[in-house]
């Protein structure tokens, strides 16, 4: 079973698709979550994930927006949406029935 | 919420220099893409370093979580300081008698004197070669680093000064303390207050011995890290025969240097001291001076490529 930050960058990998790279991924998780992320976490994650056979990566063409320097781009294996859909289902099977309003209120009293 | 998306934005200036040197501990690649991600993403360059930083830790945390870097820790780094911070001690005391007699005994009127040039144009030599096999061993030392574990060099460069600064001041004057006064009178039956006079003066019992340590240690192991690390895009054969040199090199050190064998039977070191005597492989300490030569020669005329 993934992580859930593995799982998260997965998520994030495959809605930019062919535009998945650091900095994109880095802003995806830091606009769902609302927390830093930082590159050490996201770099060794990345390579965790690569190698695990979840995801690929490749160096890109180098662009003037990041002074002439290339990106690490990610593309998920069929491997990785396996493993992101059978967490994904497991995480949804077991909220299932939850309700954290209730939850939260139990704890309180 | 977290840093907002700035795409599209130029951020111009963005590397400074101790960005890009702490950038340096990544391997290029990854340099490459970090460095670019942080400058797309508009962060701060303190934050930046911060975050460079802390990925270089990360790297290195993982690297050191299998056993190798314990095992070149422990049975590299360590007894190499520990060999070459005696050696370099004990090189610091003989140079230091020979400095002692020109520096400190200096008449004028010796230098009108035959025999003063005499024994000066002997000495010279020989301190000259105590120099040269301690920077050649220091380099050998560093470059086995730098050839088994290029991406733990950075830890590895750290505790070998560490272990080396440790050596010079600690571990190294009580090995000798303890050598000179149990056994050097048994092996070589000389009186082990003989040289007094000479560490009597704080320049050559305190200070001159850190000077050598500095010079003729850490910086040529430090270079030889460096060199070992540029040596790993050699094909095999020629690793294996680095290798082999800086085995000999460095079992040469031991040979060739009996107050390193502490340890051993008295009797035992003295056979094996005449046995030295006799020993073909001495010219091999040498090797980091036509190696670095050839290094140079490379860089001059980039039609020779070692590297094919």
């Known amino acids: 079973m993934m992580g859930e930050f593995e799982y998260l960058i997965l998520a994030a990998a495959a809605k930019l698709g062919d535009e998945a790279y650091g900095a994109a991924i880095r802003m995806e998780i830091e606009q769902a979550t609302g927390e830093h992320c930082s590159i050490g976490a996201l770099y060794t994650t990345l390579d965790r994930l690569e190698g695990k056979g979840l995801i690929k990566t490749r160096m890109g063409d180098p662009t003037p927006q990041r002074g002439g320097r290339s990106k690490r781009m990610v593309s998920i294996t069929t491997e990785g949406v396996e493993a992101a859909s059978e967490f994904y289902a497991a995480i949804a099977k077991l909220s299932r029935g939850v309700t954290w309003q209730t939850n939260r209120e139990a704890v309180r009293s | ?308």
């Open chain 2, 1 to 308: 919420m977290a840093n907002q998306p700035r795409s599209g934005q130029v951020i111009t200036g963005f590397c400074s220099r101790p960005t890009e040197l702490a950038a340096q501990l990544l391997d290029p690649r990854e340099r490459e893409a970090v460095l670019g991600d942080l400058r797309e993403l508009g962060v701060s360059q303190s934050r930046a370093l911060g975050e460079i930083l802390g990925l270089a830790a990360r790297r290195q945390a993982a690297l050191w979580a299998n056993c190798r870097p314990w095992l070149t820790l422990l049975l590299l780094i360590l007894p190499l300081s520990l060999l070459l911070s005696v050696k370099a001690r004990f090189a610091a005391q003989e140079s230091g008698v020979y400095l002692w007699m020109y520096a400190n005994n200096l008449d004028v009127a010796l230098l009108g004197n035959y025999g003063f040039w005499y024994e000066l144009a002997h000495s010279v030599p020989i301190v000259l070669a105590i120099f040269l096999k301690l920077f050649c061993w220091s380099w050998t030392a560093g470059f086995v680093l730098g050839l088994i574990g290029a991406r733990t060099a950075p830890i590895s460069r750290s505790l070998l000064v560490l272990a080396l600064v440790l050596g010079v001041s600690i571990a190294a004057p009580a090995y000798l303390a303890f050598y000179w006064r149990f056994f050097e009178p048994t092996l070589s039956g000389l009186p082990p207050a003989m040289n007094d006079p000479v560490s009597a003066v704080w320049l050559y019992r305190s200070l001159f011995p850190v000077l050598v340590q500095g010079t003729l240690v850490i910086i040529p192991s430090l270079v030889g890290i460096h060199s070992g690390q540029m040596a790993r895009v050699f094909p095999k054969p020629w690793r294996v025969a680095f290798r082999a040199l800086a085995f000999i090199a460095i079992a040469e050190l031991l040979w060739q240097n009996s107050f390193l064998w502490l340890f051993w039977s008295p009797l035992l070191a003295g056979k094996m001291a005449g046995l030295g005597k006799l020993n073909m492989f001495a010219l091999v300490v040498y090797w980091p001076l036509l190696y670095l030569l050839a290094m140079g020669m490379a860089r001059r005329i980039p039609v020779i490529a070692f590297t094919r």
